[in-house]
Nanobody, 115 residues
Framework: QVQLVESGGGLVQPGGSLRLSCVVA????????WGWYRQPPGKQRELVAG???????DYADSVKGRFTISRNNAKNTVYLQMNSLKPEDTAVYYC?????????WGQGTQVTVSS
C-alpha cells in the first residue's frame, strides 16, 4: 500500500498563496498519474487538479488560472501551488492517483481562507 503524506496547509487571507506538498512513500511517482482533491466542510470530496503520465494537466473550473500542479520525481513529491485564494477554497486537501483515487487517503492538510 502506498502511503501519502500531505503538508503545507494553513490559515491564509483571501488573495494569499500556499504551496501544498504530497510525499508519496513509494517510488511509483513516475509511473502514476497524480491529482489533488479537496473536501470542503459538509461537502463531498472533489478533484481539484491532476496530471496524467504524459504530463498533461487538468484543473477544476473553479481553480483554473489560480492553481498549478507539479511534481518532483527525485523527491517523490507532488505539489499544488495555490494563488489568489478565496474563502470557497477552504477545505481539507488530499493527494491520490488520478483520475481515480486508487490508494487509501492520507490525513490531508487543512487550508482555511479567511480574513
Amino acid at each position: 500500500q502506498v502511503q501519502l503524506v500531505e503538508s503545507g496547509g494553513g490559515l491564509v487571507q483571501p488573495g494569499g498563496s500556499l504551496r501544498l506538498s504530497c510525499v508519496v512513500a513509494e517510488s511509483t511517482l513516475e509511473i502514476r498519474a497524480w491529482g489533488w482533491y479537496r473536501q470542503p466542510p459538509g461537502k463531498q470530496r472533489e478533484l481539484v487538479a491532476g496530471f496524467d503520465r504524459a504530463g498533461r494537466t487538468d484543473y477544476a473550473d473553479s481553480v483554473k488560472g489560480r492553481f498549478t500542479i507539479s511534481r518532483n520525481n527525485a523527491k517523490n513529491t507532488v505539489y499544488l501551488q495555490m494563488n489568489s485564494l478565496k474563502p470557497e477554497d477552504t477545505a481539507v486537501y488530499y493527494c491520490n492517483s488520478y483520475p481515480g483515487a486508487l490508494y487509501s487517503w492520507g490525513q490531508g492538510t487543512q487550508v482555511t481562507v479567511s480574513s
